[in-house]
């Protein structure tokens, strides 16, 4: 089993990843639920986190420091940044306030400066918010953001014919690199015989809502 398909089965495991139906915020039925939230402990953070780097590392992509979104950001980029180290890739870490601060070092930005080549790290892209905020603000320190990093790719189109993932590959010109896909979570309903009853519902929705990739 490759870390995708071990991401999928320990998301199910924590409950993270839920099956029955669910409105998106797009007001649409969805047969599945994501919830990086739940992944609320040491035990869950440090093996999510493994699974960032490994996603980062198997990509090959260059980068220089690491930047976590606030709020859910913050602490899924600074497990990866550990999760990184141990596996000799040390790398700097940036994250922001949602206000300024006024006394000490002040400002929105905690950590390191943000310099060179920055990927962004985060749970899921769904209106594309987070990772425009965190474009401007890595722009605006005069670094580069390189990527990003997210859990899930649900492979749904927005209000058009690309997904939200697309959108923000187009508009910034960045790659997205998610953990797993859609296409991994049906591959993973295909090998769960107790869970077969969900994979038809899972792939009607990706017919009806998916895009093609």
């Given at each position: 089993m490759d870390f995708r398909q071990e991401f999928i089965e320990f998301a199910v495991g924590r409950n993270a990843l839920l099956f029955g139906e669910f409105i998106t915020k797009?007001?649409?039925?969805?047969?599945?639920?994501?919830?990086?939230?739940?992944?609320?402990?040491?035990?869950?953070?440090?093996?999510?986190?493994?699974?960032?780097?490994s996603t980062i590392l198997a990509s090959g992509l260059a980068f220089d420091g690491l930047f976590g979104p606030a709020y859910k950001g913050i602490p899924l980029a600074a497990t990866t940044a550990v999760a990184l180290a141990r596996q000799g890739c040390n790398r700097p870490l940036s994250y922001n306030r949602k206000e300024a601060k006024d006394h000490g070092e002040g400002g929105t930005i905690v950590?390191?400066?943000?310099?060179?080549?920055v990927l962004i790290i985060d749970d899921v892209i769904s209106a594309g918010t987070s990772v425009r905020e965190s474009v401007e603000i890595i722009r605006a320190a005069g670094a580069t953001p390189c990527g990003v990093v997210i859990a899930l790719d649900r492979m749904e189109r927005g209000q058009g014919e690309l997904s939200a993932v697309q959108e923000v590959e187009r508009d910034y010109g960045i790659p997205v690199m998610a953990v797993a896909t859609l296409n991994d979570l049906l591959t993973y309903l295909g090998d769960r015989a107790d869970l077969a009853a969900h994979q038809s519902a899972v792939d009607r929705y990706r017919r009806d809502y998916g895009i093609a990739r």
């Open positions: 797009a007001g649409r039925r969805s047969p599945y639920f994501f919830n990086a939230g739940l992944f609320n402990d040491g035990e869950s953070l440090d093996r999510l986190a493994q699974f960032y780097a950590g390191a400066k943000l310099a060179g080549r």
